[in-house]
């Protein structure tokens, strides 16, 4: 389960691993991440969510340069709502990858979500965290960012 999942990402991760394994794992969590997110009755989408989620706890504590760890997280604390646990997390991602526009959209999303339920003081902070992931983003992604900015910008 969990634990052999981590172990084997750590065996890739510090190069003990030369089997080639590393793009199964990559497909591996893909593949729970899909099931978590789209399958099954609401007790066991709300178990896996949570397996899913301390697995990814366990690869950013051991792999904190890792961006694409962070913003899985992210995308996971989003699902239940947990914005503010994204909020306080974040800036460690960012040490680690401070260019990282995944990190800052999913930090800016959070910082919205929290001033959208009420925390004001989040509303500039969000528009600060998208304006720089709009700053790093590929061309291509930057419509999606631009949709949060807007949202953004019509809140009281």
Partial sequence: GRDQLVAAFKLVKTGRDQSGYS???????????????????????KKGRRALEQVYQRLTADFPQDPSFWTALARIQMTRGAYQQIVDNMPQALRHAP?????????????????????????????ASLNKARQLAPKKHRSKVDQ???NLRRLR
């Fill in 23 to 45: 793009s199964r794992l990559t497909q591996e969590l893909g593949k729970m991440q899909t099931a978590f997110f789209d399958y099954g009755e609401q007790q066991s989408l």
């Fill in 99 to 127: 260019n990282d526009w995944q990190i800052y959209l999913a930090l800016g999303i959070a910082q919205y979500s929290l001033a959208s339920h009420g925390q004001a003081a989040y509303k500039s902070r969000a528009e």
């Fill in 148 to 150: 949060y900015l807007q």
